[in-house]
């Protein structure tokens, strides 16, 4: 494809509900981060994977927040018991190599609204 | 800790006048920093490295150690360059970025 693909655009819940983001990464990228951008903020990084394992998972707020990337391209965030607080845009963003100063390349980002 | 900071929320400026956004970083190790930008409607970018001492569309950036900056100037403003513009700064082993929370650029005619 031409770029980072995520769907949906746009997602609205209910208090509690369970979501999935979806994120396609750019063909032969072997790297993949999500990151969280609330308003007025700027992204906040959230997991980074190299291939199919989380090489870092720091970022992610608790343990209602998973991600996955079973066979190292496409990648799914996964909310349980989603809160107002998640509300947000969900940023995916994918590199050719991880590390040192390889441009990450974003996606148009998933607006998350928890009503 | 990591932390970047942009002290304005937002900056106008007239078409051909200077433009600098200003960022400050705070890190332990070796910085490396970039800058982003979302023009309206278009996904995030990135508009240039430190480590590539590049110029791209007329903006330049210079890392300065000893005052934990990397403020990002163009000489004469352009209607196009109106965007949101991030700093940022490379952490957690070169594997992810801790942003800043970003200027608002707005050229106004």
Not at chain 1, 76 to 96: F, H, M, N, W
Request: charge should be positive.
């Amino acid at each position: 494809g031409a770029g980072v693909s995520q769907t949906p655009s746009n997602k609205v819940t209910e208090k509690g509900k369970y979501v999935e983001l979806r994120c396609d990464p750019i063909s032969g990228h072997t790297a993949l981060y999500w990151y969280r951008q609330s308003l007025g903020q700027g992204p906040e990084f959230l997991i980074y994977f190299q291939g199919t394992g989380a090489a870092d998972d720091s970022g992610l707020p608790n343990d209602r927040f998973f991600a996955v990337r079973p066979e190292g391209s496409v990648s799914t965030l996964k909310i349980q018991r989603t809160e107002r607080g998640d509300s947000a845009v969900y940023l995916c963003a994918s590199s050719p190599v991880g590390g040192g100063n390889t441009e990450a390349f974003f996606g148009q980002g998933t607006r998350l609204t928890v009503v | 800790a990591q932390r970047v900071t942009q002290p304005e929320k937002l900056l106008s400026v007239f078409k051909g006048a200077p433009v600098e956004l200003k960022c400050n970083y705070s890190y332990s190790g070796s910085p490396e920093l970039f800058w982003y930008v979302q023009y309206s409607r278009q996904r995030l970018q990135l508009l240039l490295r430190h480590i590539s001492r590049e110029s791209i569309k007329g903006f330049t950036a210079d890392l300065n150690k000893g005052e934990t900056s990397f403020h990002l100037k163009k000489p004469f403003a352009q209607e196009e360059d109106s965007a949101m513009y991030y700093c940022a700064l490379l952490t957690g082993g070169g594997n992810k970025l801790t942003f800043g929370t970003g200027t608002q650029l707005k050229v106004e005619l």
